[in-house]
């Protein structure tokens, strides 16, 4: 026990690795911030970089990068409704009606305080649960993961507003826009119209980044004499009893965000929003609707994105297996460094394991400290005139669509889908499932390749291999459900039973 401690204190106590491990994280909430510049880049680039170092500065920086980049998406979701990461896609749909209110520094407060929840659960889990978690895990077929998709597909019921038809339809659109490129089983050609340049598909960045923010620049033309919308920010960090308010919906998001970071290929964009759909289920009476800036808006996807990332160093110590794409860059920086992640990490080289635990504990402290300060700065943004504000969304939105692939046909891409994402707003469609189907459609499209193939593509047996397992069965039974309470004769069952 003591030895453990002392390589979960590490960090801590070096001074070099503790000024690493800040400057990580630091670095990673204003690279989380810029639409574009994703916390998967910034990582890979610093593999380039640390291949000269020893192993604990190169893994305690880029946790630091890791832990803030997740995070950081958050801040320009609230003050310009652009998300800085897909983790923050369900963070925008409250926090920035929260910031045309004049509550900007209220809604960064809550979310920084939730995101640093979510992430000691997170930790804490892969402390103590860490077995236990990965042997849940493992035991998903491709036919878990399909019906995963499936149940994540259906959660167009809590963001397409009003309209559920219409909500149908943008999941539908984005399902359509994320299969677009070559098959990846028979390299077949899909919707590329015999476009080379389309072959390989359309980058989900560009699709977020104009559909959000290129948009949202193009509404706000409509209210260019309107004046900035004055913040008032009495108090920054939220009180005692708004934390207790929120616990319960808190640990909940949290167990969300563990459980689908755990599940490799999955991540936190969609533990952020199954969170959210989670959060509009089981809050009866929110003292603001949804979508107009609740705060359980807030703190449901920002505790499970950031318990996420917890949850996917768990199959990355324990199996070897990444939980998403920045633990599977990390596993090929310890392999650099000699490391092996895998079952015999925790036998041979346990103290690599406790120091990880410890790094990213400092580096969620960190990010607490570093969230909650310059707030009164940050949210000046939304003061802007909008002759300010308008073009420092579109450059904002430029470059972060080239510097995904440096392409300026990403570029062209991102201002299309900015013109197509305005009429969509103009008629009432939300874009949120637009965003979702593109998450969602190669999880769906690969795993049900997978799961038809591993039953000889007969689908009778893949409806038995669902029946008979119990895991397949409680997920299938979850989609019925989730399904039937979308259609009226569900909101008529439960008036009567109300009556």
Not at 213 to 234: C, D, F, R, W, Y
Request: charged share 10%; aromatic share 8%.
């Amino acid at each position: 026990m003591i030895e453990i401690l002392q390589n979960v204190l590490i960090p801590f106590l070096d001074l070099k690795l503790l000024s690493l491990v800040a400057l990580g994280t630091f670095s990673g909430i204003y690279i989380g911030a810029i639409p574009g510049l994703s916390v998967t880049m910034a990582v890979s680039i610093l593999i380039s970089f640390t291949f000269s170092w020893d192993v604990y500065p190169a893994i305690s920086l880029m946790i630091g990068i890791y832990m803030g980049g997740v995070y950081g998406g958050s801040r320009t979701a609230i003050l310009l409704n652009i998300p800085g990461a897909p983790s923050a896609i369900a963070t925008a749909l409250d926090g920035f009606p929260m910031a045309q209110r004049g509550e900007a520094g209220e809604a960064i407060g809550i979310t920084t305080v939730m995101s640093f929840f979510g992430g000691l659960i997170g930790i804490t889990v892969l402390a103590l649960a860490a077995p236990s978690v990965s042997a849940f895990a493992i035991k998903f077929q491709p036919r878990d993961y399909m019906l995963l998709a499936v149940l994540g597909i259906l959660l167009v019921g809590s963001l397409s507003g009003d309209s559920l038809v219409k909500g149908i339809f943008a999941g539908a659109m984005g399902l359509m826009i994320g299969s677009i490129g070559l098959d990846p089983l028979t390299m077949d050609q899909r919707f590329t119209f015999g476009s080379t340049a389309m072959m390989g598909g359309i980058s989900f960045i560009a699709v977020m980044i104009g559909m959000f923010g290129v948009s949202e620049a193009l509404i706000q033309l409509h209210s260019m004499k309107t004046p900035g919308v004055k913040q008032v920010i009495n108090r920054i960090v939220p009180s005692f009893g708004t934390i207790r308010k929120y616990l319960p919906l808190s640990l909940q998001s949290s167990a969300i965000g563990v459980i689908i970071g755990a599940l490799p290929g999955t991540g936190g964009d969609i533990a952020a929003l199954m969170a959210y759909d989670h959060a509009r289920r089981v809050t009866k009476d929110p003292e603001v609707p949804f979508g107009q800036g609740a705060r359980e808006g807030l703190v449901a996807p920002e505790t499970a994105n950031n318990a996420a990332v917890g949850g996917a160093f768990i199959p990355m110590m324990t199996l070897g297996i990444p939980g998403d794409s920045v633990t599977a860059i990390m596993i090929g920086a310890l392999f650099i460094h000699g490391l092996h992640p895998g079952p015999m990490l925790m036998v041979e080289q346990p103290h690599m394991f406790w120091f990880i635990v410890g790094c990213l504990m400092l580096a969620n402290i960190f990010m607490l400290i570093f969230g909650l300060t310059g707030i009164k700065l940050f949210v000046k943004v939304v003061e802007m005139p909008r002759t300010v504000l308008i073009p420092l969304i579109l450059l904002l939105s430029i470059v972060g669509a080239y510097a995904v692939n440096n392409s300026l046909t990403d570029v062209y891409w991102m201002l299309g889908f900015g013109v197509l994402g305005y009429f969509m707003r103009l008629y009432g469609f939300s874009l949120g499932p637009v965003i979702l189907g593109v998450i969602l459609s190669r999880l769906l499209d690969d795993n049900w390749r997978r799961a038809i193939i591993s039953d000889q593509e007969s689908l009778p047996r893949l409806l038995h291999g669902i029946v008979t397992s119990p895991l397949s069965l409680t997920l299938f039974l979850a989609v019925i459900v989730i399904f039937l309470s979308k259609t009226p004769l569900w909101s008529m069952l439960m008036r009567k039973k109300t009556s």
